[in-house]
């Protein structure tokens, strides 16, 4: 009603008319809705005049208005104009949940009571699911969140191919392949939109590690850049129409992205046809006419006088010095005012209103956790564990109590809720069993000492890794007096942090010595490693019996893992990354081309990921795709609709998934394809489609997927275009990069 009225009061009587004969005669609506089936806007159908109002407001409105609405003029909001009825465009923090409210003009909390949030599963949680009904589930549940809280736009999901193990927001981004990366991303921005909320995809483009990330330059050849870092984007704005997309902090081929004509104009918006707003990362702008010519549309940044952001007042000066004419400025703010239209912030009275931190959301965070839980050892047949066989059970090290939901550098969530695994283990089980914890060791840090020279990256937190043996000999005993043993390991979101990569794979605080010691005193002990990224894992992975991976999981983590633990869910989780037995195995270390310093070469080109391990046949610890389950599964009778296949069709693939033990369970179907001969450097195999198929206890599920033969296409530099090149292909079906469990030959004309 507020803005209702005051939009009645601004308007220019005919666009008030307009307006109104839209709004209020449902007929009208629809009519033209109906007849407007041509003109649409981000994959909507708008009504014919949308274009228009837009312009007409424009034409009232001041110089100095319309850069208000170019630039924050607090830290996450643009400006209002309240005599047009234009409110300000709300942002908020991101892939975790949505961010607690901040100072207007400081990064401090404002510790308000009702800014509490769910905390959701970070990105690596979510993608080791390799379910996008889970990701449109997240981006749906986090879309009510972002309403309830009244904001437009939320800075989320975090997207980058993950191109090192070290990189500092590993945990954050989703993975190292393409392919999942965009089957994850397009179901997650449906669904935050599906809010009347634009997401903001980032960091757009190209922006694969924190260590200098405020200037290095990243070079990457072209067929990389297509094929590797730029798929996910392409498909949220080409098949999730996203409204927004967030330019990253560092310079690509030269130029910063916040100011590269090539990656903003030429491809998102004249290849891909975006047609929503780019907004900086906080403090990514260095210029004005020149990041507004190539692309920008909103300066975010951090604290300063918001005037003097290189959007505001240099801008109006630009504009009055005939630097730059109003007609480009009016084009940038007419992308901002039709995000808005669409996002219903403005000419709309029936906006979705949302939720926040109700069970129902709480119950979206325990599904996502509950399917990310990885299984990567079980021998001896300690897992699931048997809650009547165990009348004394040790749970061990400081993640069991750990909280993730804040921490380190960059956004969290103030969440009312995060189970941790220790309260996961007291709800789930019976009072009978006498629960030991022990702490066993410390997250330390040091406060003087600096990443050492020649350690990757010179800012990270530095850890104390000496235990203390008091810790240890309790935590050894409470192993020993314990018919079994979980200890809970691994790092933290203090450690894996946003603005600094770490140093090294080693486990910080000197865990691996720890669960030695605890191994040694009761083989019965279930290693659970949480975190976000990989870790050196090898010796503790050879020494244990049974081995699980989760994540900074959310605010229902503890019991998701739990019930994994305890056998009440089949854990299904898959690697979204390899696991490498060394960093020297990863390609960027390989090829010894991380972090560079003024300027970072992506030496090894294609072979990202598995695909480097896999081509040049390096053993990883753990292969991209990999995960256990508390049953066995079968593929079988494979076979495709034909052999043959011309460039438009689609493969449609079908399979026998047989359960062949007594549990029910998920299993991921993986369909890679290889081109050994081929008229360019080809990875030994690339994911290409998959499917998660869940099936009970001795049967068999028929199971279908469908590739369109355009994914098999490379891109060729030459013709600046995607090429499927004619020949044969073998299809190779598994449940990891490295356990092909079914192949198939197809050809294409
Ligand atoms: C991060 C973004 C984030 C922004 C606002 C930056 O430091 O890179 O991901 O959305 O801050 O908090």
Same mark, same amino acid.
Do not use: I, M, V
């Given at each position: 009603m507020k803005i209702k009225s005051k939009i009645i009061t601004v308007f220019s009587l005919s666009l008030f008319l307009n307006f109104m004969a839209c709004k209020g005669d449902k007929k009208l609506v629809k009519n033209d809705q109906n007849e407007s089936t041509e003109k649409r806007y981000l994959g909507k159908p708008v009504t014919k005049d949308f274009d228009s109002k837009i312009d007409e407001l424009i034409a009232e409105m001041t110089l100095e208005e319309k850069t208000g609405l170019l630039h924050g003029n607090s830290m996450f909001a643009t400006a209002a104009v309240e005599r047009l009825g234009i409110p300000e465009l709300k942002m908020a923090d991101g892939p975790l949940g949505v961010r607690e409210e901040l100072e207007k003009e400081s990064w401090t909390p404002l510790g308000l009571d009702d800014d509490y949030a769910t905390y959701y599963p970070a990105g690596a949680g979510l993608s080791a699911t390799w379910n996008p009904e889970l990701a449109y589930t997240f981006g749906n549940s986090v879309g009510k969140e972002t309403r309830a809280r009244g904001k437009d736009v939320l800075l989320s999901p975090a997207i980058n191919i993950i191109r090192t193990p070290l990189g500092g927001r590993t945990y954050e981004y989703f993975t190292e392949d393409p392919f999942l990366n965009k089957k994850l991303a397009v179901p997650f921005v449906v669904g935050i939109q599906d809010n009347n909320v634009a997401a903001c995809v980032k960091? +757009? $483009? $190209?922006?694969?590690?924190?260590?200098?990330?405020?200037y290095v330059n990243v070079k990457i050849a072209e067929r990389p850049l297509r094929e590797i870092y730029l798929p996910a984007f392409e498909a949220t704005v080409k098949e999730a129409h996203a409204y927004s997309m967030m330019g990253a902090y560092n310079k690509f081929r030269g130029e910063y992205l916040c100011e590269n004509d090539y990656m903003l104009n030429q491809i998102l918006r004249d290849e891909w046809g975006f047609e929503g707003v780019v907004i900086s990362d906080w403090a990514a702008v260095h210029t004005t006419v020149n990041s507004l010519k190539s692309g920008l549309d909103i300066e975010m940044g951090t604290?300063?006088? +918001?005037?003097? +952001?290189?959007?505001a007042q240099p801008l109006i000066d630009a504009a009055k010095a005939g630097e730059i004419s109003e007609e480009e400025i009016n084009k940038h703010v007419k992308r901002v005012l039709r995000v808005m239209y669409s996002v219903k912030s403005m000419g709309s009275d029936d906006r979705k209103k949302g939720s926040i931190s109700t069970e129902a959301h709480f119950k979206d965070a325990y599904n996502i956790a509950a399917e990310s839980v990885v299984l990567l050892k079980n021998e001896n047949d300690l897992l699931p564990l048997k809650a009547s066989r165990i009348k004394t059970l040790a749970v061990i090290g400081d993640n069991a109590k750990k909280k993730n939901a804040l921490g380190g550098f960059g956004a969290g969530v103030k969440t009312k809720r995060e189970v941790t695994p220790l309260e996961g283990l007291q709800n789930r089980l019976p009072k009978s069993v006498n629960i030991q914890f022990a702490q066993g060791y410390e997250e330390r840090y040091s406060k003087t000492e600096k990443a050492k020279l020649g350690d990757v990256t010179l800012s990270g937190p530095v850890t104390i890794d000496e235990l203390d043996p008091a810790l240890v000999e309790e935590a050894v005993n409470a192993a020993k007096n314990a018919d079994a043993a979980i200890i809970f390991a691994g790092s933290n979101r203090d450690y894996e942090t946003e603005a600094s990569d770490r140093a090294s794979l080693d486990l910080p605080f000197g865990q691996k010595e720890l669960i030695e010691k605890v191994l040694e005193a009761n083989p019965n002990t279930i290693v659970v490693m949480i975190a976000g990224a990989p870790y050196d894992i090898d010796e503790i992975s050879q020494k244990s019996s049974a081995l699980v991976w989760s994540w +900074?999981?959310?605010?229902e983590g503890g019991n998701a893992l739990a019930n994994v633990l305890l056998g009440d869910v089949n854990p299904s989780g898959k690697l979204p990354w390899t696991m490498p037995k060394k960093l020297e195995d990863s390609p960027a270390h390989a090829t010894n081309s991380f972090p560079g310093d003024e300027t970072v070469s992506y030496d090894e080109g294609i072979l990202v990921g598995y695909r480097w391990f896999d081509t040049k046949n390096i053993a990883p610890l753990y292969p991209f795709g990999y995960g256990l389950s508390y049953t066995d599964f079968n593929f079988s009778d494979v076979e495709t609709n034909t052999k043959t296949y011309t460039q438009n069709d689609t493969i449609s693939i079908r399979l026998n998934v047989e359960n062949t033990g007594e549990l029910a369970g998920k299993e991921v179907v993986q369909v890679y394809v290889s081109k050994i001969e081929s008229a360019v450097e080809r990875a030994d195999k690339e994911l290409k489609a998959f499917k998660k198929v869940e099936v009970s206890a001795g049967k068999k599920a028929s199971v279908n997927i469908q590739l369109p033969v355009k994914e098999l296409a490379y891109y060729d530099v030459s013709s600046k275009d995607w090429v499927v090149e004619p020949g044969i292909y073998n299809l190779k079906l598994g449940n990891s990069s490295r356990n092909i469990l079914e192949e198939l030959e197809i050809t294409i004309q």
């Open positions: 960091h +757009f $483009a $190209a922006n694969n590690q924190e260590t200098h990330r405020d604290p300063k006088d +918001f005037d003097e +952001f290189f959007l +900074f999981n959310g605010s």
